[in-house]
């Protein structure tokens, strides 16, 4: 076996806690620093979580030569830069979605990877489990007949008045908080890019959106309908419908161990029961991994990651515009 690569997490966000435990459990990763703006507070972190090396700004964890990976959990608006510095230093990168907030810095980060040849992928974690692999499966068969709709909703309200969700200036907004999840979703289901979109959005105080809604034509008479925001109570789930059949994922980006989705043909209802082995945060884990050892492209690649960002960015102009954006 191989010698474990060595991850280090820059900065101390709560985001972290999802991928400590897959970070420990993996035969082929080792936990190694965590990096934060003061050293008391890296240090503090590490005592609790069991991370043998604590690091007082994210200046030393790149320049640590023992670190092989990188994961970013910094606020949105602060992906980017530290990807490519990542990059530049000669660490692979895990990094929060979205991976960047505008298609310059996400060419930046693909021109950084080219230059380098290291590995870099956006933490859409839902994306390797079995249960989205498996909606996959069932769309790409022909199971649905044509495929014609889909919908997707993921909102919760927001508690935190002094959360970075709520600043523009940090990245803010509903649609890069959880309403990349369902436009991501759709794209994947799709296999394609959408033609054109149209957005409207309700903004708040600072600017972002609290809510979102958006619609998304793609070729072949398909489109798509998503809804995000910060005020609707918690709601979660994926509607494909193709002209044969209908398929519900009730829980289609946190899914658990034991899932369940349900196939609607006519009067028949077929419900399709999903286990997956291993915590929802450790197939972002492994396929990093693969990537980095057995030079595999990563599931979610970096085209992937430009075209789910030239997508939203779209939504929002639209929003703005108040008129169909075309892709």
Known sequence: MTQPLNWGLLSTARINRALIKPLHKSKRTRLLAVASR???????????????????????????????????????????????????????VLCEKPMALSLAEMDGILSAAN???????????????????????IVASGALGKLQFIRGAFSYIITRLDSYRLD???GGGSIWDVGCYPISYARTLVGAEPLEVFGWQVQGPSGIDETFVG????EGGIHAQIDCGFKFPSRSYMEIVG???VLHVASPYKPGRREQITLTRGDQVEKIRIFSSTDLYMGEVDDLCDAILFGRSPRITLA???????????????????RPVSL
């Not at 230059?115 to 499966?137: C, D, S």
């Not at 619609?215 to 793609?218: G, I, P, V």
């Not at 992937?304 to 108040?322: Q, T, V, W």
Request: no cysteine; glycine share 4%.
């Open 38 to 92: 003061s050293l008391d507070s890296a240090e503090a972190y590490a005592r609790e979580w069991k991370i043998p090396r604590a690091l007082g700004s994210y200046e030393a964890l790149l320049a640590d030569p023992e670190i092989d990976v990188i994961y970013n959990s910094l606020p949105n608006h602060m992906h980017a830069e530290w990807t490519v510095r990542a990059l530049r230093a000669g660490k692979h």
């Open 115 to 137: 230059e380098t040849g290291k590995m870099v992928a956006e933490a859409f974690m839902y994306r390797h489990h079995p249960q989205t692999l498996k909606a996959q499966e």
């Open 168 to 170: 523009a200036r940090m």
């Open 215 to 218: 619609q998304m034509r793609f």
């Open 243 to 245: 002209s044969e059949a």
């Open 304 to 322: 992937d990651s430009r075209a789910n960002l030239a997508a939203i960015l779209a939504l929002l102009e639209s929003a703005r515009s108040g």
